[in-house]
């Protein structure tokens, strides 16, 4: 090979050779970055691991786990309005997944965004209409909005599911006490009680008039 030809083709070498050194630096970098923000937020520190997110997004691009997992520990650092944005954003990548949509629903519960909760939760109940999770949280929804009615309905079908679960027979007792079914209510803050002596759900449901 004359020299000609030898600088081109070292020269075509470096050309393809030096993108693919960087690809390999920018996978160093959101591998080691990943790792970083599973150990804060192990640590409890969910905000600088909410940092460690955005830098893998800004070196490697947005993806649906990165959205997601972003999503999560916004929610874990109290940013719930952040944390809905980017649950929204996961929900764009993935339009068919039931996870980034049961997702959405912690940051609009903690933050009391009841109507957009009811709506969130039916989203994940149009595909998966038995979820346990979707349901409570629609319950809930329901009870704070002082529709009672509803929520006892929901909360009864769970108890049917999930005999043992007390936080949904308490759910059901509150509902129905808020309707003025006391003496059903009772009932079933009796029953929690004999089974669990301290709950406080039940406690605070036998204290009431």
């Given amino acids: 090979m004359n ?7 070292t020269g075509f070498a470096l050309v393809v050779l030096a993108p693919a050194l960087a690809r ?3 996978t160093a970098d959101v591998a080691d970055l990943y790792r970083q923000s ?3 937020e192990a ?20 993806s649906y786990f990165a959205d997601a997992r972003t999503a999560w520990l916004e929610y874990l650092a109290g940013r719930y309005a952040d944390s809905a944005r980017s649950y929204r954003k996961a929900i764009a990548d993935k339009p068919k997944a039931i996870e980034p949509k049961l997702g959405l629903t912690l ?3 903690a933050a009391h ?19 346990a ?3 409570a949280r629609l319950a809930h929804a329901y009870y704070s909005r002082g529709n009672y009615p509803d929520s006892a309905t929901l909360y009864r079908g769970l108890v049917a599911d999930y005999p043992a679960n007390l936080d949904h027979r308490t759910g059901l007792g509150w509902a129905l006490a808020r309707m003025g079914r006391g003496r059903e209510a009772k009932a079933i803050f009796a029953a929690v009680l004999a ?9 605070r449901g036998m204290a009431l008039p």
């Fill in 24 to 26: 390999s630096d920018t």
């Fill in 195 to 203: 089974v669990s002596p301290d709950n406080a759900n039940a406690r």
């Fill in 107 to 109: 940051p609009l519960l």
């Fill in 38 to 40: 599973y150990r804060l």
């Fill in 3 to 9: 020299l000609s030809r030898l600088a081109a083709a």
């Fill in 133 to 135: 999770i979707a349901r």
């Fill in 43 to 62: 640590q409890n520190k969910a905000a600088q691991a909410v940092d460690a997110m955005k830098k893998i997004r800004a070196r490697g691009g947005s």
């Fill in 113 to 131: 965004k009841w109507r957009e909760l009811e709506v969130a939760c039916r989203a994940v109940l149009k595909q998966d209409p038995k979820n």
